[in-house]
């Protein structure tokens, strides 16, 4: 099965989820059980698979024929090239290519003096109007092409503004670009582009990032520290007639590696085999000599050959268009596309379906709380009034004096209820204290402070892993106090089970271990930007606040993710024991008017406990559909509507 194939699966999953998910919100609603933690984990779940994205990253060293493979492999059905892919260093420009339903088909392009002031790209993505916008017709190929072919525009700028934007040094004269008779240099127009359009596939959550070559000066550190290690895949090209050159090892080694095992599929493509092919040579020779490549270019990068495929994207791109089979299988892009389905969707579907099933299950737990809370009450409501049975006046006058003062005392008991609170609450202030941005920054500017002084860094190593000690320390201290408020949940909610009959339960503990091994990652992926070969890089002051600025939006994403767990964590205590408050006030007004009917004679008795019976019957019915519709939610695609059972 391709690539394409297994992606259009996953979004039929997510569809029918999607819808299965709002069929459940509508009945949850129809049963009254649309609770505060109810709401809050379908709008978790809901989130989580409607934001659900599968980034792929190409990679590549300059002319290894990257745009190319992209045309190939997601754009042929257009007919003709899409992304600007002539011979040689076509762009600095990173390009992204995805879908948001929420913004028109267009080209939004970030200027590249945007790189003198202090702001990160992820800053940048939040003002909007400060991106030129070009309008795409997805329907006319000729249009679209013409244009992104924007991404690749450059400017001629004097030596002394390119320094300023990082595309020039007077120490690493190799790495400039050259330079022209007046003296003026060449450098992008744009620092990054965002590609917004409706194409079947990105419609499906899949993002295509486009990498420049990203050991060239001017190189955006974000790349590295933010963007790489977001992708779900990485496609790393190498040129089949060079094998694996000294740059492309470099690459390799300071950029891919460091994403760390099982961070992301890892896929090596050995492109332009077609140079490959000599009519001088057998096929079969031919063949030897790609396999001697491929063998060759895992062992350098330490890989299984498995893992490195040799196509031709020019020729699977001609093939595609011209609906040429044997060219078509003579290029192996098809065997690249099975490879990305089977390795990217794969680990993809495997992380999101076990987030989602813990997801359900929390959700089945929460509303099938509020029904036992429900249950319960009607059980004890039965009793009391079987209770009654050949009782005179003067006792049922008893049982509702009694009543009332059960209310009165539970209402009185709002003080220790209210102490569960005061402490709660006071532990996670300091607990979002400890991971807020302000806190993060405090810890971040001793290693901000090393980054600016001027010259060569002395000491910005020991300043580096400080920070990132004291980071790992605030973590593993968060993660103390989250462990400290579990135990006084759980002891608070085993208080007021057994005094006031709750079925209260602590929800489970934000996993904060996740957050620390993003940190470790993050850690090692700008450790590269420390190292004497970087030295020179790193003296230059616009590249080292680009990555200081990088290095805080990486981080604040992880803080961010840390304290939303906390939040939802947090958010679930107090909506149970709301939920089981209000219920039970409901309860004791139930209870009442039931004693009242009785009393005035408005009900007979018999006629009352035959009601509640069928309630108590009603509300198993509930139960059991509740359970039905979780399943059905974890359920695989099918070719129909879904169905929703009705009680």
């Known amino acids: 099965m391709s690539f394409i194939q297994d992606l259009d699966d996953h979004g039929v999953w997510r569809k029918q989820f999607a819808l299965r998910l709002k069929l459940m919100s509508e009945w949850l609603g129809d049963h009254e059980l649309l609770e505060a933690g109810v709401r809050e984990r379908l709008e978790q779940l809901h989130s989580q698979v409607r934001s659900d994205k599968i980034m792929v990253a190409f990679v590549a060293e300059f002319s290894r024929g990257k745009s190319e493979l992209i045309n190939a492999v997601f754009f042929a059905g257009y007919g003709r090239r899409i992304m600007p892919a002539s011979a040689g260093r076509t ?165 891919i590696t460091g994403l760390g095992e099982g961070q992301a599929a890892r896929l090596v493509v050995l492109n332009k085999i077609d140079t490959m092919w000599d009519a001088l040579s057998t096929p079969e020779q031919v063949q030897q000599q790609i396999a001697s490549q491929r063998a060759d270019s895992a062992e350098l990068l ?82 009391e009034l079987e209770g009654l049975r050949g009782k005179n006046a003067g006792v049922i006058k008893q049982m509702r004096a009694r009543i009332e003062q059960e209310q009165a005392e539970f209402d009185a008991s709002g003080a220790k209820i209210l102490a569960v609170r005061t402490v709660h609450m006071r532990l996670l202030r300091d607990l979002f204290a400890l991971l807020g941005t302000g806190y993060l920054k405090y810890r971040v500017t001793e290693l901000a402070e090393a980054l600016r002084q001027p010259g060569i860094k002395v000491g910005v190593r020991r300043a580096y892993g400080d920070t990132f000690k004291s980071l790992r320390a605030d973590l593993a201290r968060a993660d103390l106090i989250v462990q400290e408020v579990q135990a006084m949940l759980e002891g608070s909610f085993k208080k007021l089970n057994a005094e006031y009959g709750f079925s209260l339960q602590s929800p489970s503990t934000p996993q904060l271990a996740a957050c620390l ?32 600025r990088a290095l805080m939006s990486r981080l604040r994403v992880v803080y961010d993710t840390a304290l939303n767990g906390v939040d939802i964590w947090n958010k679930s205590a107090s909506a149970q024991l709301d939920a089981q408050l209000r219920e039970r006030r409901r309860n004791f007004i139930r209870r009442i008017e039931t004693v009242s009917r009785i009393q005035q004679a408005a009900g007979g008795l018999d006629e009352r406990i035959v009601e509640l019976q069928s309630q108590q019957a009603q509300l198993h019915r509930i139960d059991a559909t509740l359970g039905e519709l979780a399943l059905q939610l974890l359920s695989e695609p099918t070719n129909t509507e879904p169905d929703i059972l009705l009680v």
């Open 91 to 255: 762009t600095m420009c990173p390009t992204e290519l995805g879908f948001d339903a929420d913004i028109p088909p267009c080209l939004r392009l970030l200027p590249i003096e945007t790189r003198l002031q202090a702001k990160s790209l992820l800053d940048w993505r939040e003002a909007p109007d400060k991106w030129q916008r070009v309008d795409l017709d997805v329907n006319d190929p000729q249009q679209l092409a013409q244009a992104i072919q924007k991404v690749a525009e450059v400017r001629r700028v004097s030596r002394a503004e390119a320094a300023a934007l990082g595309f020039w040094n007077e120490e690493m004269p190799d790495d400039n670009p050259p330079v022209a008779a007046d003296g003026s240099v060449e450098v992008p127009r744009w620092r990054h582009a965002l590609i917004n359009m409706a194409h079947p596939l990105l419609k499906q959550g899949l993002v295509i990032l486009d990498t420049p070559g990203l050991n060239a000066i001017g190189a955006e550190p974000e790349l590295t520290v933010s963007l790489l290690p977001q992708a779900h895949a990485v496609v790393f090209i190498l040129a089949a007639d060079t094998g694996v050159t000294k740059s492309d090892l470099a690459i390799w080694r300071q950029h």
């Open 302 to 383: 330490g890989l299984s050959p498995r893992q490195v495929i040799a196509v031709s994207a020019q020729k699977g791109l001609l093939a595609k268009v011209s609906e040429d089979k044997d060219l078509l299988q003579a290029s192996n892009l098809l065997e690249l596309e099975r490879a990305l389905g089977g390795d990217i969707l794969g680990q993809r579907r495997q992380i999101l379906g076990a987030a989602v099933a813990s997801g359900v299950k929390e959700l089945r737990q929460e509303a099938g709380r509020l029904l036992h809370t429900r249950e319960r009450d009607l059980v004890e409501q039965v009793q």
């Open 517 to 548: 091994q993003d940190l470790e990652q993050i850690e090692k992926s700008h450790l590269q930007y420390l190292s004497l070969g970087n030295t020179l890089r790193l003296a230059q002051p616009e590249f080292a606040e680009r990555l200081a």
